[in-house]
């Protein structure tokens, strides 16, 4: 995997204009997407794992007349793998301080470095997995003063992207999309100041990816 399925939107982001602001009328959008973070879903596959073990164990209990009683119990260790679970966020998070950002990346990416020719080109980072297997990628491309209705519109016209779908991530307005061909999931953020930050998930195809995908993508937060 490499930065080259990335970059089939920065030629048609550098050239959106606003010339379509008007292209949606009022009234006919449906209502934005909320997604919102929580490190409740970090714990998740922690829980599933000690339910099978408590199963496990109530079962031999209940063959065991002199086994103790464990239920009390299990409040506390659901409240410590929550806590775990937060700890486990923090220590995970990476800092885009160039547009005030952060995001909870998963263990296993490596952290690439990035190229003056990159940099031109929008990169702020790009991360692939040990393996090669999958990639993230963050960028603020200049698109000349481009608002989310423009924005969605230039990226209806490229025809290659669906699933387009007003979001609002932790409380900032953006739009997420697919372009199908490359398997990749994207968030993009227009700013007051004209300029679009977009972070990208690939291969969305892959279900575990693509399940470590939603998860990066409902963890961007504004600092």
Known sequence: MTKAFLTALVAAALVLTPCCAGAEEAGTQDA??????????????????????????????????????????????????????AADA?????????????????????????????????????YEKEDLSAAVGVMLVNADGT???????????????????????????GVRFRIEDEQALYVGFPTQAGYIIEFSFAPVDDESFAADAELMLSSILSE
């Open 147 to 173: 608002d989310t209705r423009s924005y969605k519109e230039s990226l209806r016209q490229l025809g290659v992207v669906s699933d387009i779908t007003d979001v609002i991530v932790n409380g900032r307005r």
């Open 32 to 85: 934005p997407l909320e997604i919102n973070w929580s490190t409740d879903t970090l714990s998740r596959d922690t829980e599933a794992d000690s339910s099978a073990s408590e199963a496990a164990s109530a079962a031999s209990a209940s063959e065991d007349p002199a086994a103790p009683d464990t239920q009390s119990d299990q409040g506390e260790q659901a409240d410590s793998q929550a806590e775990d679970a």
């Open 90 to 126: 923090a220590d995970h998070f990476v800092f885009f301080d160039d547009i005030g950002m952060r995001m909870y990346l998963v263990p296993g990416f490596e952290e690439m470095e990035i190229s003056e020719e990159d940099r031109e080109m929008g990169y702020l980072a790009y």
